[in-house]
């Protein structure tokens, strides 16, 4: 990906208030939960673009919960 590119990325995020991090996680433990909470499917488990989803979809119902709960 070129310098360009990731800049665009990286602009359109953040005017849309979003914002990339780097979080070091366990690499067997995080698909094993994202399987059981129902936010990967068991075949899944090597793809990183689905596990990306499924962090993307469980971090939405944590966040959802909260403000249910606010």
Same mark, same amino acid.
């Given at each position: 990906?070129?310098?360009?590119?990731?800049?665009?990325?990286? @602009? @359109?995020?953040?005017?849309?208030?979003?914002?990339? /991090?780097? /979080?070091?996680?366990?690499?067997?433990?995080l698909p094993e939960?994202?399987?059981?909470?129902?936010?990967?499917?068991?075949?899944?488990?090597?793809? #990183?673009?689905? /596990?990306?989803?499924? /962090?993307? @979809?469980?971090?939405?119902?944590?966040?959802?919960?909260? #403000?249910?709960?606010?």
């Amino acid at each position: 990906m070129s310098g360009k590119e990731r800049m665009r990325r990286y @602009r @359109r995020r953040t005017s849309s208030g979003r914002r990339c /991090i780097l /979080i070091e996680i366990d690499e067997v433990s995080l698909p094993e939960t994202l399987v059981a909470g129902g936010y990967l499917d068991a075949a899944q488990t090597d793809d #990183m673009d689905a /596990i990306r989803r499924g /962090i993307e @979809r469980m971090h939405s119902d944590l966040a959802a919960m909260h #403000m249910r709960d606010a």
